[in-house]
């Protein structure tokens, strides 16, 4: 098994750093719903549900709230290993994931602790997250790269290489980069608006709005991200369609016998 990662995983490199770039997607790979429903299940349950129940506990147990952010945030740690020995490699949502909850449990301890406090501390997180968004433009790949890698994928070896090897088609890596400004920007002006909301109106209506918002934002990107790689999607089979039909006219074009050949003077 390790043999036959590594050995993926040395392809997958070797064509991140000299596969041609082409206008036609490759078709996917079967997926396997075992693999995926699996995958999820063991990502939500480490990174969502387990931390959840752990911070919960911990506060009915009357630790802070940064130990019980501290401690819940282990369970990212968990699946990383988890992944790390399933998939020989790391998942990146997992990291992604720990350091969130590592910001949120920083940003929890500055300050005050009132109730417009903790409402203005969760913007600023939701804000951090947009920066983070912005900040992976730097890197590499974007995050939506490896989110997207998430979502559209099972995990398994060829899923996996078939979505790394999407980054040298024309317009998807424009696509990546796209999805990731949007959310990066929009999570930044969301945490912006919550903010000034959590000093101009009272706290108890803030208690209800701030989840309304998080929760209107996020329903919008997502639907965004959906039309969005749609058309990006399209646009390259398009793309691929047109490079196709031009180098097509352009053989037929050359394997025509012309005037001046010695063939059309024979027909002639």
């Known amino acids: 098994m390790l043999t036959q990662d590594s050995t993926t995983q040395g392809a997958s490199s070797a064509s991140d750093t000299g596969a041609p770039q082409t206008g036609e997607r490759p078709p996917a ?45 282990a369970w990212p740690v968990v699946d990383g290993a988890v992944h790390l020995a399933w998939r020989r490699r790391l998942d990146e949502l997992a990291i992604v994931t720990l350091v969130f909850i590592v910001i949120t449990a920083v940003v929890s301890t500055v300050g005050a ?33 490896y989110l997207g890698r998430k979502f559209a994928t099972d995990g398994t070896e060829a899923g996996t290489a078939w979505w790394n090897g999407l980054w040298h088609v024309d317009g998807f890596r424009k696509a990546m980069v796209t999805m990731t400004t949007v959310w990066g920007v929009a999570y930044c002006i969301e945490s912006a608006v919550r903010i000034v909301l959590s000093y101009t ?41 047109a490079a196709a039909a031009a180098a097509a006219a352009e053989a037929k074009a050359k394997a025509e016998p012309t005037a001046d050949t010695p063939a059309a003077a024979a027909e002639a």
């Open 201 to 241: 109106l009272r706290t108890d209506t803030m208690v209800v709005l701030s989840p309304v918002l998080i929760y209107a934002v996020l329903a919008s990107l997502g639907t965004w991200t959906a039309w969005y790689g749609k058309r990006s999607r399209r646009r390259g089979q398009e793309r691929a369609a």
């Open 29 to 73: 790979p079967a997926r396997s719903k075992k693999a995926a429903i699996l995958g999820w299940v063991v990502t939500l349950s480490l990174n969502v549900i387990a931390p959840i129940i752990t911070y919960n506990a911990l506060r009915d147990h009357g630790f802070s709230e940064f130990a019980a952010l501290l401690i819940s945030s």
């Open 113 to 145: 602790h009132s109730a417009r406090a903790l409402l203005i501390k969760d913007s600023a997180v939701t804000g951090l997250f947009g920066v983070l968004c912005l900040a992976t433009l730097l890197a590499p790949r974007p995050l939506m790269f």
